[in-house]
């Protein structure tokens, strides 16, 4: 019984070799697929490689086949309309009208649990408003900037042309362009498909200054001098660390640098493409200043900033304590979160390392406000950003605006297979392959980039006016309410850390602050990224 049991698994095989031997003598044509199929299993049973296919030769291979449709299996038949992995198929949905300018609405009340944990609504008024204009804009540009930039508070996120593909980029920069709002270059520079449209640009330099490097990689002056003063280019932003992947850097294999990648990076093709975790231009708080004012003055005058994922709170605060004592400040500063996208990155640096955005963004904003310089930096974030109340708690967190990667994706037909690092995405928007990107229409998607935009600004209109509201300004943490448990609500305000303003200018002591300050502030220098111990 014990030798039966054992070699049952070799009854499917023994079962297709019958009927191949059957078929071949009675009609050999369908004996054919039988063959075949008896060619694999002989082969799974030799093959060396996977033991659950040699044990189980056919039938093994059903496991990897079923593996291989999982995603797709869960995302169609068993996840709930709210599961939220790492977008929901209610938060998708809503995107893929509101690009394709089709109802939005939902008929028969909500389907989220009001009475659950961390659930947030934003408060209505009983007397409503009427906002005149929902093209919420702000000018983003500081005393030392000439040429300040009036941006739209919603704005693509940094996606690098190679992590997307041609059209992908096209399709984005031609809706900003129709809907006058910003795209961020990501790290990988300013292509040519970057270039046809003409749309504002937010030029990101990362540690591989990719479109500004000299040969050895290092920070060449005269070729960001020329690219920073196209027209196009906006404002300038230095990456420092990227939510989805704090401090790792990244190599790009020659096999898949093509010549427009490499034409847009001004790298060499076959040589593997290095970028660094960390920058060659600075190496302290001071020397990330002055970085900053050479940029604005390259630039002539252009806004420039950084964006990071706080990590270690003191080299945060060393930067801050550098502002104060150089009187150089950012034009703005991009908040990143730790929940935020990536084409590919470690599963442990996107589950276990940066902090969140809302708490970074509340860290910073807090930060400017004790030293009393909140006014003469933006801050904008990004991090799982996709609706308009979405963007109305960043605001009442501190934010002049906000950026979205995912989101604008979904508006290109994105459907979250979570393949964007295979090159194999169904929908042609992260895929260097050529027959996959030109599914991606580009003067259909551009209109959908447009309209997703526009949609969500003209909602979060109607969500300030039901708030009884004039401005988006008007937006503070005491407006937006949230459930701690069955039994308890209060307003996001009376958990929020808060800082009087000024009170981190010239003191020894601080007093009333929040716990990081109380721990990490004097442990910070603005000569040193380095903890004081």
């Known amino acids: 019984m014990h030798i039966f049991t054992s070699y049952s698994r070799y009854i499917p095989l023994l079962a297709i070799i019958s009927v191949s031997i059957f078929f071949y003598f009675w009609h ?6 039988f063959v075949i199929l008896s060619l694999v299993g002989f082969i799974d049973l030799f093959q060396k490689k996977r033991a659950i296919i040699k044990n189980y030769p056919l039938t093994g291979r059903l496991r990897y086949l079923l593996e ?11 996840e709930s309309d709210e599961d939220k992995l790492p977008f ?4 998708r949905a809503m995107v893929y009208a509101r690009s394709k300018i089709q109802n939005d609405k939902r008929g028969f009340g909500t389907i989220r649990d009001m009475y659950s944990e961390n659930v947030e609504w934003l408060g209505h008024s009983i007397l409503p408003t009427k906002l005149n204009s929902d093209d919420f804009r702000i000018n983003v540009g500081g005393k030392f900037c000439k040429q300040k930039y009036s941006a739209s508070i919603f704005n693509i996120s940094g996606m690098s042309f190679g992590a997307l593909s041609p059209n992908a980029v096209m399709a984005l920069n031609h809706g900003a362009k129709m809907g006058n709002f910003a795209q961020d270059t990501g790290e990988g520079s300013i292509s040519k498909y970057h270039k046809k449209y003409n749309g504002d640009l937010i030029w990101q330099i990362g540690s591989g200054y990719f479109g500004c490097r000299d040969e050895n990689g290092n920070f060449d002056p005269d070729k960001f001098k020329i690219t920073s003063n196209l027209d196009q280019v906006k404002m300038i932003e230095i990456k420092l660390s990227q939510g989805a992947k704090p401090g790792h850097g990244g190599v790009l294999p020659k096999e898949k640098i093509s010549k427009e990648i490499a034409e847009a990076r ?15 231009a600075f190496s302290n708080p001071k020397e990330l200043l002055s970085f900053i004012n050479i940029l604005r003055n390259l630039s002539n005058g252009k806004p420039v900033g950084f964006k990071l994922c706080i990590g270690h709170p003191w080299e945060w605060f060393a930067i801050a304590k550098a502002m104060e004592s150089t009187k150089i400040f950012p034009d703005f500063i991009v908040i990143d979160g730790a929940e935020g996208g990536t084409g590919a990155a470690p599963v442990e640096f996107a589950d276990n390392i940066g902090m969140p955005m809302r708490e970074g963004l509340r860290l910073v904003h807090n930060t400017l406000v004790g030293l009393n310089i909140r006014e003469e930096i933006k801050l904008g974030c990004a991090g799982r950003i996709i609706s308009a109340f979405d963007i109305a708690r960043c605001i009442s967190l501190g934010a002049d605006w906000c950026n979205s990667a995912r989101g604008f994706m979904f508006s290109l037909g994105c459907i979250q297979s979570r393949s964007c690092h295979t090159d194999h995405c169904p929908t042609g928007v992260a895929t260097q392959d050529s027959l996959r990107q030109k599914a991606l229409n580009v003067k259909d998607k551009s209109f959908r980039v447009k309209s997703f935009h526009s949609n ?30 069955a039994m308890k609500v209060s307003t996001i305000a009376t958990y929020l850390p808060t800082i009087k303003p000024g009170s981190l200018v010239n003191t020894k002591e601080i007093i009333n602050a929040p716990p990081l300050f109380k721990k ?3 442990q910070a220098s603005e000569e040193s990224f380095s903890r004081l111990i």
Not at 28 to 33: S, V
């Open 68 to 78: 291989y449709f999982r995603p797709e299996i869960r995302q169609y038949f068993l």
């Open 456 to 485: 969500t600004l003209k909602i979060l209109a109607e969500m300030i006016s039901a708030a009884g509201l004039k401005s988006i300004k008007e937006i503070n943490p005491d407006l937006i309410m949230s459930r701690e448990s």
């Open 28 to 33: 050999p044509l369908i004996a054919f697929p």
């Open 520 to 522: 990490y502030w004097h």
């Open 266 to 280: 001004d790298i060499k093709n076959d040589t593997d493409c290095i970028s660094p975790n960390t920058h060659s």
């Open 88 to 91: 929901s198929r209610n938060q």
